[in-house]
């Protein structure tokens, strides 16, 4: 075996040794950027009561509408002639309606309708909305002519009445409905995606980037749509409340879904004789709670998340 020679130089020379330290297995790393920001943003949305109890509802409405079939008692369509208008009783928590349906079963199933509804709306309009804003207040000139005057005319239509004409021309049905409601439900969110990013277009970050060559496909999704989403996020939520009441009020004026679809705005729209009938507001107070329950969910859950993400109270703890 051949040792390594001795260190030459004189007794009093030192070897000097270089020691590299291992890295610490468990040692945490640090949380990345987009951790720390819903972390912030999580720390101030739960300072709001009302926005957790709103997050709570909409939890529960969703769990609803995914679980429907193995909560209702019966079937939310079938039909008993012979036991109308029934009172609250043990067979019948919420008694039944007009047409002898159990009415807890009906407003169940009336929950997953209008989270289809409310949430599918909302998403479709958001996804439509942020797009064509987006490419109007990037590319302005006239792209942005075009794309806003193509808004102007539809937000020139009342949404109700709006949507009664696409639901006459296409026929009662869910589908309808939803497609009714996005049409007159995107200007709003491309308006707001547009403002916020003709704010941000000249900002000094967005500058450089494209400094340094990036494209305006990259700078638009990775610099200006995280930071101009918020506002649009938030009226996203608070318009759920109303794509709900516009579902209802179509259904109220049977211009929605069809009659024998247990829908909230139908089941009141069926009680209406039955208003000032004694022992008979059942039929219509378990509906209007069930709409008043829903908006307020989502208008507390749209409140807390303006707080949350409003940029002034970025940083402020």
Known sequence: ?????????????????????????????????????????????????LALIGLVGVILLVLLAIFEPFITPYD??????????????????????????????????????????????????????????????????????????FTDIFLAFPLLVGAIVVVRAFGSGVLPVVIALVIFSWPTSARLMRGQTLALRESEYVEAARSIGASNARIVTRHILPNAIAPVVVYAFTSVGVVIVAMASLSFLGVGVPADVPEWGRMIS??????????????????????????????????????????KLRGGH
Request: hydrophobic share 45%; charged share 15%.
């Open 1 to 49: 075996m051949t040792s390594l020679p001795p260190p030459t130089g004189g007794s009093g020379d030192q070897m000097t040794a270089l020691v590299v330290a291992p890295a610490d297995p468990t040692q945490e790393q640090e949380p990345t950027r987009a951790q720390g920001q819903f972390r912030d943003i999580w720390t101030r949305y739960k300072r709001n009561r």
């Open 76 to 149: 939310p369509f079938e039909q008993n002639l012979l036991n109308t208008t029934a009172p609250p009783s043990a067979d019948h928590l919420f008694g039944t309606d007009v047409l002898g349906r159990d009415m807890f079963s009906a407003l169940i199933y009336g929950t997953r309708l209008a989270v289809i509804v409310g949430l599918g709306t909302m998403l479709m309009s958001l996804i439509v909305g942020v797009a064509l804003g987006a490419l109007a207040g990037f590319s302005r000139g006239l792209t942005d002519s075009v794309i806003m005057r």
């Open 270 to 311: 069926q009680a209406y004789s039955f208003i000032r009938v004694p022992d008979k507001q059942h039929l219509w107070i378990f509906p209007a709670l069930a709409i008043v329950f829903t908006t307020l969910a989502f208008a507390f859950v749209a409140d807390g998340l303006r707080d949350a993400l409003d940029p």
